[in-house]
């Protein structure tokens, strides 16, 4: 379903920064109408919908997953709620746009992916990332042989965030972590050019209480044999930066979770930047995937399909059990719905 004009009408599950930065990139997009909104009170529900002028502000999660007038939803709560407020609109017959990561580990995407295939709608994590103007460039040049055959990736994301146990990065109830909030990208990166990853190892320096990590550092193989060595921090402030390094040449992003930069480094001729801006602020471009796949009757993206989602998480799985960090069930025992 879509309004009288072709937009896909759109709810917001959760009204934290996240969700703010993604109605940003919303209003940019031709194909969306945002329509409703839910929060766990009807107070902070009604002061979101007055920021962004939503019709209609629901006070539960279960009543906007009802809502007829919304046909996909954004699920922006904390991650270990992900999975099931996934389910809940799902299960209601709503095409689904979860942020990432998809869910706490593989076992939970799979249900996920399960019940988006038994309703018959649309799923996909929100890898925003992949579908930035600079990063098909990047692609585009790689595939068409600009750096000859790649060989080595790596990839850093760190913050300096001041320390806090009750903030979402180090709250380990609130999925915390340097590896599930800001790991995962660089993780995504390496899989999205080196295919089916292997985990060669990982190194882990964990927070004050020793609940979550804090700096993890990846090592990890791709299919053909190229390697990759990934970095993310949550109290130390890394460069940021992706270099992609083949036989011939090389290609580097600065800040390349939101890269709209790019340098082309070939042998034997001066490096080339090339300049790819955001018409919003990034997050338009996976709004319009979402409204392009539903149009096209598809279930999944195949820029971010399914198995793709299972795969990262089944390498956090895989990372965090070499460190001994386990994301225990009563994590979500209190799911608001």
């Not at 529900?45 to 999660?61: K, M, N």
């Not at 209601?92 to 992916?113: C, I, R, Y």
Request: proline share 6%; charged share 20%.
């Amino acid at each position: 379903m879509t309004d009288d004009n072709g937009a896909l009408r759109w709810g917001v599950l959760g009204t934290g920064g996240i969700a703010h930065s993604f109605m940003e990139g919303l209003r940019a997009t031709p194909t969306a109408r945002v329509t409703a909104v839910g929060s766990r009170t009807r107070e902070r529900s009604q002061e979101f919908a007055t920021a962004w002028g939503i019709p209609r502000a629901h006070g539960s999660y279960t009543d906007l997953a009802a809502d007829p007038e919304v046909d996909v939803v954004y699920v922006a709560s904390p991650h270990p709620w992900h999975h099931p407020h996934a389910l809940l609109c799902l299960n209601a017959g709503k095409h689904v746009l979860v942020e990432k990561p998809m869910a706490m580990n593989a076992f939970q995407v799979s249900e996920m992916t399960a019940a988006a295939d038994d309703n018959g709608v649309f799923l996909m994590e929100a890898m925003w990332t992949r579908f930035l103007p600079a990063h098909r460039l990047a692609r585009e040049l790689i595939a068409d042989g600009a750096i000859g055959e790649l060989r080595q990736i790596s990839a850093e994301f760190g913050v300096n965030a001041p320390y806090d146990p009750d903030h979402r990065l180090f709250n380990a109830d609130l999925g915390g972590g340097a590896l599930l909030d800001l790991g995962v990208y660089p993780l995504m990166l390496a899989s999205w050019y080196l295919g089916e990853l292997t985990l060669v190892g990982a190194t882990r320096r964990l927070s004050p209480d020793h609940m979550v990590d804090t700096h993890t550092t990846m090592l990890v193989r791709g299919e053909q044999g190229a390697t990759a060595t990934l970095s993310c921090a949550s109290l130390t402030a890394l460069p940021d930066r992706a270099v992609l390094a083949g036989t011939e040449g090389r290609v580097e992003l600065p800040l390349f979770w939101a890269a709209t930069d790019l340098v082309l480094h070939r042998e034997g001729r001066e490096p080339e930047t090339f300049h790819r801006p955001f018409r919003a602020n990034g997050y338009e471009y996976e709004a319009e995937e979402v409204a392009r796949c539903v149009a096209a009757g598809l279930s999944q993206s195949p820029d971010m399909p399914w198995d793709e989602s299972l795969r990262l998480a089944a390498l956090t799985d895989r990372v965090r059990d070499m460190g001994g960090l386990v994301y225990s069930a009563p994590t979500v025992k209190a799911v608001p719905l």
